[in-house]
């Protein structure tokens, strides 16, 4: 139905572009380590070496694990298998909970605790009224 | 059908569609902003940063939207040398490009109440920064190409290069761990946002892909005005 030539370029064009995909999707897989934004708590309990070079460790802000005083913020990220302490001092973002997602930046001490220089809240994908979070709740 | 492509059929519809497009776009966006800045509630944990939402999320959806559209294009204007699509491609980028820039700016402007940070180096946020990178090179190809022939193998070449980087970004937020969230709205299964802040998003969405249809009618038309002052009755 087509001519050869109009055969022939669809040929070259999906060849570039399974080259090319097959590059970037090694090219990814060797820099996974700093695609990633942070790293889990479990991640921090199995590395081989602590290094003193800044890092984030992300996941869930344990629950009744906050512990405010005049210069300080303390608390515990878990992934629900591993956790690790995190001191920190200055202001926390809005979002900055109790059972909610948070990324912490800075040095570790050892593979429990952490100390941040920077304090970011990750929110989840879920958008809904108080009135629903309440219902919810309720249920 | 063919007859249709005709530069002077094409020509009288895209001269005298704008001014419909553009009362249907005051029309929904006015539509769009009462609902998602008045009418549609407040986010149980974000309160009311929550409404940047309803113009950020369309503006990157378009922009990847765009960019999808002038790939394929592209492609098959390189495939089956048909110049129309490349002078459609053309003229679609411009929107596309803005629409990036104000993903990444509302999403900056996000960013600072709720996660504490105007920018971050994540996954989902330096692909989208690449992807304006792509559109740039893509418009500046035009600029700086006057040949023809070479201006439509290199910005099918750049496209071909920045296609890549789309599912990146859409698959950014699973495949690593990135401070931006997963996405809200799924057609496999169930969207995590509420119908309250759903509707108000894809009117905005409508608004702006009008607002882009807009836009790319009076880009053609300069196109197509071109080629009738060079005195060509075909594309």
Same mark, same amino acid.
């Given at each position: 139905?087509? !001519?050869?030539? $109009? @055969?022939l370029?669809?040929?070259?064009?999906?060849?570039?572009?399974?080259?090319? +995909?097959? /590059?970037? %999707?090694?090219?990814?897989?060797?820099?996974?380590?700093?695609?990633?934004?942070?790293?889990?708590?479990?991640?921090?309990?199995?590395?081989?070496?602590?290094?003193?070079?800044?890092?984030?460790? !992300?996941?869930? $802000? @344990?629950?009744?694990?906050?512990?405010?005083?005049s210069?300080?913020?303390?608390? +515990?990220? /878990?992934? %629900?298998?591993?956790?690790?302490?995190?001191?920190y001092?200055?202001?926390?973002p809005?979002?900055?909970?109790?059972?909610?997602?948070?990324?912490?930046?800075?040095?570790?001490?050892?593979?429990?605790?952490?100390?941040?220089?920077?304090?970011?809240?990750k929110?989840?994908?879920?958008?809904?009224?108080?009135?629903?979070?309440?219902a919810?709740?309720?249920? | 059908?063919?007859?249709l492509?005709?530069?002077n059929?094409?020509f009288?519809?895209?001269?005298?569609?704008?001014?419909?497009?553009?009362?249907?776009?005051?029309?929904?966006?006015?539509?769009?902003?009462?609902?998602?800045?008045?009418?549609?509630?407040?986010?149980?944990?974000?309160?009311?940063a929550?409404?940047?939402?309803?113009?950020h999320?369309?503006?990157?959806?378009?922009?990847?939207?765009?960019?999808?559209s002038?790939?394929?294009?592209?492609?098959?204007?390189?495939?089956?040398?048909?110049?129309?699509?490349?002078?459609?491609?053309?003229?679609l980028?411009?929107?596309?490009?803005?629409?990036?820039?104000?993903?990444?700016?509302?999403?900056?402007?996000?960013?600072?109440?709720?996660?504490?940070?105007?920018?971050?180096?994540?996954?989902?946020?330096t692909?989208?920064?690449?992807?304006?990178?792509f559109?740039?090179?893509?418009?500046?190809?035009?600029?700086?190409?006057?040949?023809?022939?070479?201006?439509?193998?290199?910005?099918?070449?750049?496209?071909?290069?920045?296609?890549?980087?789309?599912?990146?970004?859409?698959?950014?937020?699973?495949?690593?761990?990135?401070?931006?969230?997963?996405?809200?709205?799924?057609?496999?299964?169930?969207s995590?946002?509420?119908?309250?802040?759903?509707?108000?998003?894809?009117?905005?969405?409508a608004?702006?892909?009008?607002f882009?249809?807009?836009?790319?009618?009076?880009?053609?038309?300069?196109?197509?005005?071109?080629?009738?002052?060079?005195?060509?009755?075909?594309?």
């Amino acid at each position: 139905m087509y !001519g050869r030539k $109009v @055969k022939l370029r669809f040929l070259f064009v999906s060849t570039i572009l399974l080259i090319l +995909i097959l /590059t970037v %999707f090694l090219v990814l897989k060797s820099l996974e380590e700093n695609v990633v934004y942070f790293q889990s708590p479990s991640e921090i309990k199995s590395l081989t070496e602590l290094t003193n070079n800044k890092i984030r460790v !992300g996941g869930m $802000v @344990k629950k009744n694990s906050i512990s405010m005083n005049s210069n300080e913020v303390n608390f +515990i990220i /878990t992934d %629900f298998k591993n956790e690790i302490n995190v001191t920190y001092s200055g202001a926390v973002p809005n979002l900055f909970e109790e059972g909610k997602g948070v990324v912490a930046e800075g040095v570790l001490k050892d593979r429990n605790f952490f100390s941040a220089t920077k304090i970011l809240a990750k929110h989840d994908e879920n958008y809904m009224p108080p009135e629903v979070k309440a219902a919810l709740e309720e249920n | 059908m063919f007859k249709l492509l005709e530069p002077n059929k094409i020509f009288q519809i895209t001269s005298k569609a704008p001014k419909y497009v553009l009362f249907l776009f005051v029309v929904v966006l006015s539509v769009g902003l009462v609902e998602a800045l008045i009418l549609s509630p407040e986010d149980y944990k974000q309160s009311d940063a929550v409404r940047i939402m309803y113009v950020h999320v369309p503006a990157a959806w378009i922009s990847l939207g765009i960019f999808s559209s002038i790939t394929v294009l592209s492609i098959s204007g390189f495939i089956f040398k048909n110049k129309n699509f490349f002078l459609i491609s053309k003229s679609l980028a411009p929107s596309g490009f803005v629409f990036n820039i104000i993903a990444l700016v509302t999403g900056s402007i996000w960013g600072k109440p709720t996660w504490g940070t105007w920018w971050a180096w994540d996954a989902r946020i330096t692909s989208m920064l690449i992807l304006a990178l792509f559109y740039a090179l893509y418009l500046i190809s035009w600029r700086i190409y006057e040949n023809e022939e070479k201006v439509f193998k290199i910005s099918t070449f750049i496209t071909i290069l920045g296609i890549i980087n789309v599912p990146i970004i859409k698959y950014s937020v699973d495949w690593w761990n990135t401070l931006h969230q997963p996405a809200s709205i799924n057609i496999l299964s169930k969207s995590t946002i509420h119908s309250s802040m759903l509707y108000p998003l894809l009117i905005m969405t409508a608004a702006f892909a009008l607002f882009s249809l807009l836009i790319f009618l009076m880009k053609y038309n300069t196109e197509l005005i071109k080629i009738k002052n060079k005195g060509l009755d075909r594309l």
